[in-house]
């Protein structure tokens, strides 16, 4: 899985990383859909697992230019988890509310508790990305805000929160199919606003800005994986394998029962 972390302080560019990339799965659509279903029942028993123990905190943060794949892959990767396990944190344009504050109130507020995973549907990170596309406010004021990201996943991992960051890597062509489908599938026009014409004319600034916050906020604690997301049936099984393999690390072990158990029968 190593292939697709980005190593804290390496050069990126990501016009080098190939959206299409298979190579660690080499099967056909249909053998990925199959093994995406033994992922997502192994997927299934480690989230009971985490929850029975109680004591690991796992924080996912998905990201990806529009049409990327962020919703198809908490569908598709979480299918067939305990729903009262897992929770989606979705953030949007900040409300008024939220402006008043600074930019990681809204966003600490739904990190995990202990048994729980969190998945934040965009994050923290917009704040360095479309903030700074858009000159939402001025470089001095969003600069400083790797180092703010930093210090504050740090502190997460170090209160015990396990964190797994996803970049969801399309290239510009497979945008083009997706907005375009969004327009000539009827029952897909709903996601389709005209605002996204305005975003995908800012592709490179948005890449520019994606290259940043990946180098400068991939730590040991808090790592970022690229994933090729061309490829909808791949980019699930990659991220769910990261996943899994995660939480496997952790060691986790059901508490043990109560005492004196041996012998009850229920009447
Ligand atoms: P999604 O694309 O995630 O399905 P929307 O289409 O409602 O959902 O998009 C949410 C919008 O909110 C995006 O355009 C995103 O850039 C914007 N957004 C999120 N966080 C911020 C922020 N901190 N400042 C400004 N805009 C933000």
Known sequence: MDRYLVKPGK????????????????ISKKEGKKKLRELNQELEALQELLFAEGKHKVLIVLQAMDTGGKDGTIRHVFEGVNPQGVKVAGFKVPTSKELAHDYLW???????????????NRSHYEDVLVVRVHNLVPEEIWSRRYEHIRAFEKTLAEEGTTILKF???????????RLQARLDEPHKNWKFSQG??????????????YEDALIKTSTDNAPWYIIPANRKWYRNLVVSTIIINKLKSLKMAYPEPE????????E
């Open 11 to 26: 050069p990126l560019n990501l016009n080098l990383w190939d959206p299409n990339d298979k190579s660690l799965f080499p």
């Open 106 to 120: 809204r966003v600490h507020k739904h990190t995990p508790g202990k048994g729980e995973i969190v998945i934040f």
């Open 167 to 177: 970049y969801l890597h399309i290239n510009r062509e497979e945008q083009k199919k």
């Open 196 to 209: 996204d014409l305005a975003e995908r004319a800012l592709w490179d600034q948005y890449q520019a800005a």
């Open 259 to 266: 005492e004196g158990l041996e012998g009850i029968v229920i």
